[in-house]
């Protein structure tokens, strides 16, 4: 058994053992309530569900494993680069431990044997029209893969119930060393000719993605690192999350659960907010007829789109009542790395006019900037402009928590989601 899965296998045959042996004793206790506001309301803040890799504060933000983005940043191993290794990440989500450089160098080399993406895959993208959404390409292409699921085929062949987790696990790891690939073949089929670039095995997971995709700039494998790594997990309940959960709880393959994930991340108020901020804000400065708006000129844009009954994109958030720190990861990186670029000025100076705007309606929960309201700009920065990709960059970096996370669920042997539904009859008679 390799090394990750030796130690996963103990930390979750403990932690199994344990959790038993509470259902036994106090099985029957209640850990929380629902309103009528929750019932209709999107289930907001209801606990039910249990997600070992990460847990979201409402104020301090994500924390994987216990760790903060800035404590991550100073902790996991960063190679030959200045930030995280999305390997280290996912090591941390699956075993609870922060690993060494030998142990992400470890596994940069196994997704790198692991990276091959079907040659039927890349054939049936091909096939689509190239002005295809890159979501849907991606969606479909994750799918595709479904044929090579060794879960699926385990399945087939009679596995018992306690190996579930093992062919999870090798599902999981392939499924995320083929990501880059797949996606880098979408980027380049669609925006460059079908001109593709093979891949860089002298680079980890991130940088070799980002040379893929065509840049080579040393700072921009910088992006990659950090922009894998704080996209990657929020919890169990987001809809990307709670989507690969769902479909995998019905033991369906974990090709077919990520694609299900993916689907989710897709729509406008989830992970596609990241390329209708950017969109928003080309729009905005073309309205404007200049690169450099005012303040005055960004509040008065912000009026309009609120007046139109749009959402301001990339502001608000279902738990979050504070920046987000993956907002602020990203500003420091530009702050950083990036010094005068004019998209990110603006995504600066919308981050002082927004806050105030939508506090100012009295509804909006939180009125501050969430992860997609910065990754625009960099990508463009970094000659990434085509904005209809930057979802499939956010969800392949989400693959890295819900792959960990479907090992961890069957490995916990949690049966079929199945939570009760009621009528608005039902809700009446007894509340009306
Ligand atoms: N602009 C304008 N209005 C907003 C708003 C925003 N950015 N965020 C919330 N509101 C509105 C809601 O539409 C809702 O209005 P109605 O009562 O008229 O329907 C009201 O404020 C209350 O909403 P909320 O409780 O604060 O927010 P929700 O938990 O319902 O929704 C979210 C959260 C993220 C969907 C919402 O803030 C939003 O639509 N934001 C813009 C899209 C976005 O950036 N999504 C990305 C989120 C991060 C991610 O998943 O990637």
Known sequence: ??????????????LSARVKALLKEKGGAKVDEVSLKQLYGGARGVKMMVWETSALDPYEGIRFR??????????????????????????????????????????????????????????????????????????????????????????????????????????????????????????RRSFHGGKHIPADPSLDWAA??????????????????????????????????????????????????????????????????????????????????????????????????????????GYGHAVLRRPDPRFMAQKRFAEEYIKDDPIVEVVWKIFEVVPPILQGLGKVKNPWPNVDAHSGALLVHYGITEYSFYTVLFGVSRALGVMAAQCWARAMGLPIERPKSVTSEWVFENFG
């Open 1 to 14: 058994m390799d090394p990750l899965k030796q130690l996963f296998f103990e930390k979750s045959s403990d």
């Open 66 to 187: 216990g760790y903060s983005i800035p404590q991550l940043r100073e902790l996991l191993p960063k190679g030959q680069g200045k930030e995280p290794l999305p390997e280290g990440l996912f090591w941390l989500m699956l075993v609870g431990e922060v690993p060494t450089q030998e142990q992400v160098d470890w596994l940069s080399e196994q997704w790198r044997q692991r990276a091959e993406v079907p040659d039927y895959t890349l054939r049936m993208l091909d096939a689509l029209p190239a002005d295809t959404h890159p979501m849907v390409q991606f969606v479909s292409g994750i799918a595709s893969m479904s044929n090579s699921s060794i879960f699926a085929r385990r399945y087939d062949e009679g596995m018992s119930k306690t190996e579930y987790w093992d062919a999870v696990y090798e599902d999981a790891m392939n499924l995320i060393a083929r990501l880059p690939r797949l996606a880098a073949w979408i980027y």
């Open 208 to 313: 070799n993605f980002a040379h893929m995709l065509g840049n080579d700039d040393p700072d921009f494998y910088n992006l990659m690192r950090l922009y894998t790594t704080i996209h990657a997990d929020h919890e169990g309940g987001n809809a990307s999350a709670h989507t690969t959960h769902l479909v995998g709880s019905t033991l369906s393959n974990p090709y077919l659960a990520f694609a299900g994930g993916m689907s989710a991340l897709a729509g406008p108020l989830h992970g596609l907010a990241n390329q209708e901020v950017i969109k928003w804000i080309f729009n905005m400065l073309e309205a404007l007829g200049t690169q450099t708006p005012t303040k005055e000129q960004i509040a008065e844009y912000v009026h309009q789109t609120l007046a139109k009954g749009q959402v301001i994109p």
